[in-house]
């Protein structure tokens, strides 16, 4: 037989025009002779092209003696009428939203309907023209689209393609993958890299596919496991016992109930098995085979007969179906603009909300401050009483006093110029390590590994440690060498302050590392200094905590196996050290003894990273660069520059440091936030939530389940 295939437009690669190609290579292959019309071309004429079909761009181009037309829009049904009136059609509904897709109600114009779903049926057959209607499934080419590998046991990657899921429903549907430890990659034209032209190969790349409709069953053939997930709603898992109920609706996402919150839908997202992707093959096979498509169509058509032609004004219907299917698109497209104008929006008014927060917590900072410096002053004064009282002790006795008066009214205001100084804490394996990083790939600004430098300050100031005192204590730490500066140079620099105070001597050797890596600010970061914040606050006004917070289920996961997890490395050990870190640090936060105080949660930095990064920056008083989103790139090299000391210093090799910090090499990844989930036992999980469960829920984080008050 020879066919034409007609539709509005081969231009994308959409829903109807992936059928018409899918259809007319089908038909080409059972001998027919088959030529595809269409007045608008693109990508899909080209694909049409490259499959071997004809295409013609208007019907004066049609071959003759056509048995049959197969039609999927009104106003190339209204084309092909006044062109080739004699030539019986059937038309392909796909649509039940858009009325340019509905056929045309002139009597005797249309022979035959196929549906493809069940909403579409109902809709064609309340039309006024009574027309027989054939119901159809979509159709694939389970020949292309095959499995090209088995799905692993525990899904790591899964892809949302489709055109019409952003904004919101995106983001919940990523935030559940991340909670299930899965990489959510996307395809359309509202994704990141647009549309793709290959959907096979996306597929294959993944163990998960999230969609709709037709890209539900090419899913399947390629034998993914497939959760309907779009715009409309979600449907969940496509499974044997569910597959009638959910193809009758053509995968639609309006079945089940509506999936709006991150938890319900991580929850189901972990149903996942292996074992759907072999179902889904074999139900696309059995069920949706291209050449068992067209062999239905072939019936369908060899039962038509010639026919009269229409009495109707055919090329201004065809005019009048082009301009509402024209108004229909651009109301779609203003839907879709207002729908990200109200993100926009919403956006604005949260960043809104950030900057009173801000401006806020600015405030109650600088009360801090103020209370801050009271106190100090009151210190102050009261050496100076003592230094009076004083005035016939030993010389020795007096120097001290003096010394430790003016160091502490050193303390009130930071010198001149100095601008805000980084200091990095937070339980171990919190995420410190990827801030320090981050902070460190800036151009201006130079934190280094771990230093403990805080440990000794107490001792220092206790014994009115000069500079030889001071110098020989932070050359004798373990992780000098690190700093990569040698004892002399050490020694000199402080030897030759021409004031000597303790926070003198900490700021020339940070300085010094500093301008070793050809920055002119420096930073620190060492977790356990978080005990230690009152000293640093004290010692170095311009000193700026930044607590970074993490699950510490997740923290849980990641040091418990390590040389240095607190106590024992029990559950229990890491669940006090992690709620008494917090807990303590808040408490001198709020007594005011840290002024200059930050808190940073693990979850941002890895969902919202230049978020988190502008922010600190703006607080630290330093201009965004763009390459602290990129500081995975340098992360091997700066471990490279760590000491493999002779003596023993550092006590780990650089090898070894590296190998627990590996996912530094790549940028942040939303997934990691939910590892703990998979990495720990239930039984794990419930032992924590028992000792630290109140700090969680205090923090935002969900419970696994509710603790009584027996449990603790």
């Not at 109600?105 to 309907?113: A, K, N, Y």
């Not at 600190?616 to 602290?628: I, K, T, V």
Request: hydrophobic fraction near 40%; charged fraction near 25%.
């Amino acid at each position: 037989m020879r066919l034409v295939l007609a539709t509005e437009a081969l231009e994308g690669l959409g829903g109807s025009e992936t059928y018409a190609l899918t259809v007319a290579d089908a038909l080409q292959r059972l001998g027919h002779d088959v030529v595809l019309y269409s007045p608008r071309h693109g990508e899909a004429a080209r694909r049409a092209y490259d499959l071997g079909v004809r295409v013609a761009a208007s019907t004066a181009d049609l071959p003759d003696g056509l048995d049959a037309a197969l039609v999927q829009d009104g106003a190339v049904a209204a084309d092909l009428a006044a062109a080739r009136g004699e030539v019986p059609q059937v038309f392909v509904a796909h649509s039940d939203v858009f009325d340019h897709q509905l056929p045309l109600q002139v009597p005797g114009l249309t022979q035959v309907i196929v549906a493809l779903y069940d909403r579409v049926e109902e809709r064609v057959r309340a039309l006024a023209e009574p027309v027989e209607i054939v119901r159809l499934r979509q159709p694939v080419d389970v020949t292309r689209f095959a499995p090209l590998r088995p799905l692993p046991q525990r899904p790591r990657v899964a892809l949302a393609l489709g055109n019409y899921v952003r904004g919101p429903r995106l983001d919940v549907l990523r935030e559940a993958c991340a909670r299930n430890g899965i990489e959510l990659q996307t395809a359309g034209v509202h994704a990141k890299d647009g549309p793709t032209a290959s959907p096979e190969l996306r597929y294959a790349a993944a163990d998960i596919v999230f969609g709709k409709a037709r890209v539900v069953v090419e899913a399947m053939a390629c034998g993914r496991a497939v959760f309907v997930y779009d715009h409309n709603g979600a449907d969940g898992w496509v499974t044997p016992e569910r597959y009638d109920d959910m193809v009758a609706d053509n995968f639609g996402g309006q079945q089940g109930p509506a999936v709006d919150h991150p938890d319900r839908l991580a929850e189901q997202i972990g149903g996942y098995q292996a074992r759907m992707g072999l179902a889904n093959r074999d139900l696309a096979v059995t069920h949706h085979s291209a050449s068992r498509h067209a062999a239905r169509l072939v019936e369908v058509v060899r039962r038509l007969a010639p026919r009269p032609v229409p009495r109707a004004p055919l090329d201004e219907l065809a005019r009048l179906v082009r301009l509402a299917a024209r108004q229909d698109l651009r109301q779609f497209a203003l839907q879709a603009e207002i729908e990200r104008l109200s993100i926009v929006l919403a956006d604005a008014a949260d960043d809104r909300h950030a900057l009173r927060e801000a401006f806020a917590a600015h405030e109650k900072e600088a009360l801090s401050q103020q209370d801050h410096a009271r106190r100090l002053q009151a210190e102050v004064d009261a050496l100076r009483a003592e230094l009076a009282a004083h005035a016939e002790a030993p010389a020795p006795r007096r120097r001290g006093l003096r010394r430790r008066a003016d160091q502490t009214a050193g303390g009130l205001v930071p010198p001149p110029g100095e601008p805000p100084v980084p200091f990095i804490v937070g339980v171990p394996r919190s995420g410190t390590t990827l801030l320090r990083m981050q902070l460190d790939a800036h151009p201006d600004l130079a934190i280094g590994p771990e230093t403990g430098i805080a440990f000794p300050l107490n001792y220092l100031r206790s014994i009115d440690a000069d500079a030889r005192e001071t110098g020989e204590a932070i050359i004798s730490l373990g992780t000098f060498p690190d700093l990569r500066l040698t004892p002399d140079e050490v020694r000199t620099a402080l030897s030759g302050l021409p004031s000597w105070s303790l926070a003198s001597g900490i700021r020339t050797v940070f300085a010094m590392y500093a301008a070793r890596q050809g920055k002119p600010r420096w930073g620190e970061k060492t977790p356990r200094h978080a005990a230690h914040a009152t000293e640093i606050a004290a010692l170095l006004p311009e000193a700026h905590i930044v607590h970074v917070i993490r699950d510490g289920r997740g923290v849980l996961a990641s040091v418990r196996d390590l040389p240095f997890a607190p106590g024992d490395g029990s559950v229990e050990a890491v669940a006090r050290d992690w709620e008494t870190t917090i807990r303590d640090l808040r408490a001198h936060v709020a007594a005011g003894n840290v002024p200059h105080y930050r808190e940073v949660r693990y979850e941002d930095m890895l969902m919202n990273t230049e978020r988190v990064l502008r922010d600190l920056c703006g607080w630290l008083r330093l201009s965004f660069d763009p390459a602290m989103l990129r500081a995975h790139e340098r992360a091997r090299a700066r471990f490279d520059d760590l000491a493999e000391a002779p003596d023993g210093r550092p006590q780990h090799s650089r090898e070894a440091r590296w190998s627990i910090h590996t996912m530094l090499a790549e940028p942040p990844d939303p997934s990691r936030d939910a590892r703990w989930r998979t990495l720990l036992t239930p039984q794990d999980v419930g032992r924590f939530e028992a000792v630290a469960g109140d700090l969680l829920v205090e923090l935002g984080y969900d419970l696994t389940a509710p603790i009584s008050s027996g449990d603790r």
